[in-house]
């Protein structure tokens, strides 16, 4: 039988502690333990959750966007013009939405984002623009709708579904100037999980209608031109978070709940491209939080509403490598 040595090229390192960067597939012995040791690629199935800080206003039905160390919230119940800056520890008032509303969306960085559509208190179809400093109105979106999914980046970005009153399957492309219509969602819904990079690249799941209501688990891809159904989430649910994909199409989605009320969830789930995997729970069940998030192993999930409001935000981490001890069990 081949050893290590053999396989790898090199003796096993004995070490008087674990390496500081190890590297996939490297080994050593722990020579303070006593334990062999190795490493292996860790990524979104070994994240978990942690407290991070409180809005400064508790508040659900609004929106989010930006990183896990850099986000921005705004929007919702009960402070609909309120938009707060997230640093990676405190969340700070920052200037307020110029039409403060309600089931709003949103897209971009804490520099360059937009705040889309929503309900003040009826439909709007209000487009604003944040530099980093500043609200702007800019173009409106073609129809005023409510709970609408979107992804994308300030100068590229997708808008879908929602209420216009009744749910729809529309979706309309973002080029930095103009919105244009572009084929629509195979399944009408509102208030679905979304995640992308930009108006050629992004996945949409779950969502509902009222009617019955139904809440849904089917996936879509957008490439760009065109819908394509996927594998479905695991559990059927709306008004959940979710993190941007990164370019190999990973994706977390999290939280929510059936028709707004109950029940409620802390699920959350990983795309990797092909199908979704439960991975660990947020701390609490809730729906309609602001969310953040640049990869599937980098996130956050703010405020939000249970039995009450929230104000609490939770982080999400995966390491990128695992530290795993060998046994001889």
Not at 210 to 222: I, R
């Amino acid at each position: 039988m081949a050893d290590y040595k053999n396989i790898k090229g090199f003796n096993i390192q004995y070490l008087d502690s674990d390496p500081p960067n190890p590297i996939e597939g490297q080994m050593w012995f722990n020579s303070t333990s006593q334990t062999l040791k190795g490493a292996e690629a860790g990524g979104a199935p070994a994240g978990t959750w942690a407290s991070g800080g409180s809005l400064n206003t508790g508040r659900y039905a609004g929106a989010g966007f930006g990183t896990k160390t850099a986000a921005l919230a705004f929007g919702g119940t009960p402070s609909p013009g309120f938009t707060e800056l997230y640093n990676g520890s405190a969340w700070t008032e920052v200037n307020d939405l110029n039409t403060g509303r309600v089931a709003l969306s949103g897209f971009g960085t804490t520099t360059a984002g937009l705040a889309m559509g929503g309900e003040a208190p009826s439909n709007v179809s209000n487009v604003e623009s944040w530099d980093g400093t500043n609200w702007t109105e800019i173009t409106d979106i073609p129809a005023a709708t409510r709970s609408m999914s979107a992804f994308g980046i300030q100068t590229s970005g997708i808008i879908a579904g929602g209420k216009v009153p009744s749910v729809t399957a529309n979706a309309y492309s973002w080029n930095g100037t103009s919105w244009t219509a572009i084929s629509s969602l195979g399944q009408s819904r509102s208030d679905a999980m979304a995640s992308g990079t930009s108006s050629s690249n992004g996945i949409l799941a779950g969502g509902e209608t009222p009617s019955g209501p139904t809440t849904y688990a089917n996936t879509e891809s957008w490439n760009g031109s065109a819908w394509t159904e996927l594998n479905d989430l695991n559990q059927a649910r709306a008004y959940g978070g979710s993190a941007t994909n990164s370019p190999n199409g990973e994706t977390l989605v999290f939280g929510g709940a059936t028709s707004a009320t109950v029940p409620l969830y802390a699920n959350t789930e990983y795309w990797n491209g092909t199908s979704w995997t439960e991975v660990n729970d947020l701390a609490t069940a809730r729906r309609s939080g602001a969310r953040a998030g640049a990869s599937s192993s980098s996130a956050l999930y703010a405020g939000g509403y249970s039995t009450v409001t929230h104000s609490a935000t939770e982080e999400w981490t995966a390491p990128d490598i695992l530290v795993k001890t060998f046994t001889t069990s």
